[in-house]
Antibody
Framework: EVQLEESGGGLVQPGGSLRLSCAASGFTFTSYRMHWVRQAPGKGLVWVSGTVINGDTTNYAGSVKGRFTMSRDNAKNTVFLQMSSLRDEDTAVYYC?????????????WGQGTLVTVSS | QSALTQPASVSGSLGQSITISCSGTASDVGRYDLVSWYQQHPGKAPKLMVFGVTERPSGVSNRFSGSKSGNTASLTISGLQADDEADYYCKSYTTTAALVFGGGTRVTVL
């Protein structure tokens, strides 16, 4: 069974940092690109970042570029999102998702999400 | 990158058909056949319903169909069922190597 399990969410003050993890199981992790997508409370989905299989190329949404860093550890079947200089507007549920090895889309598998709350 | 434009809500009666539009630009929807659609029930993770404009993943009902004309993509749900009541999001690849979602459409089954 395909599983993506996000962790690392929580409450953080504005300006602070947080590291999210997404552990994959039930499929060949190195056959998929990985993405982070977020959803603010009561709002729509927003793509955050995506990375290729070997992690050499990573793209970011303009709103997080320079503040967030996505990486992956293929030996541990895990992808990470290092978030820094956090703002109130970064408050959201963060999902990880997969796309095929040779494409940035579509997002076939999704995790259940982890909530990040940025507040003083 | 601005979000793709979707109607905030669409409703239909059981058994009827509805269509959700997704308006983009020549830099995203109009440029690539890489539009996908996702269904999200409250409190749940999104689910892929249509990809590559018209393709359905294995296991998705053929009541869901996608199309595109110019800069606008559409998702049609035929034979509306109660479980179709959810939020639906379109998504497209863009010329800046980013991905952009629509604002979402709440589907209500009357």
């Amino acid at each position: 069974e395909v599983q993506l399990e996000e962790s690392g969410g929580g409450l953080v003050q504005p300006g602070g940092s947080l590291r999210l993890s997404c552990a994959a199981s039930g499929f060949t992790f190195t056959s998929y690109r990985m993405h982070w997508v977020r959803q603010a409370p009561g709002k729509g989905l927003v793509w955050v970042s995506g990375t290729v299989i070997n992690g050499d190329t990573t793209n970011y949404a303009g709103s997080v570029k320079g503040r967030f860093t996505m990486s992956r550890d293929n030996a541990k079947n895990t992808v990470f999102l290092q978030m820094s200089s956090l703002r109130d507007e970064d408050t959201a549920v963060y999902y990880c998702a997969t796309s095929p090895s040779n494409s940035w889309t579509p997002f076939e598998y999704w995790g259940q999400g982890t909530l990040v709350t940025v507040s003083s | 990158q601005s979000a793709l434009t979707q109607p905030a809500s669409v409703s239909g009666s059981l058994g009827q058909s509805i269509t959700i539009s997704c308006s983009g630009t020549a830099s995203d929807v109009g440029r690539y056949d890489l539009v996908s659609w996702y269904q999200q029930h409250p409190g749940k993770a999104p689910k892929l319903m249509v990809f590559g404009v018209t393709e359905r993943p294995s296991g998705v009902s053929n009541r869901f169909s996608g199309s595109k004309s110019g800069n606008t993509a559409s998702l049609t749900i035929s034979g509306l069922q109660a479980d179709d009541e959810a939020d639906y999001y379109c998504k497209s690849y863009t010329t800046t190597a980013a991905l952009v979602f629509g604002g979402g459409t709440r589907v209500t089954v009357l």
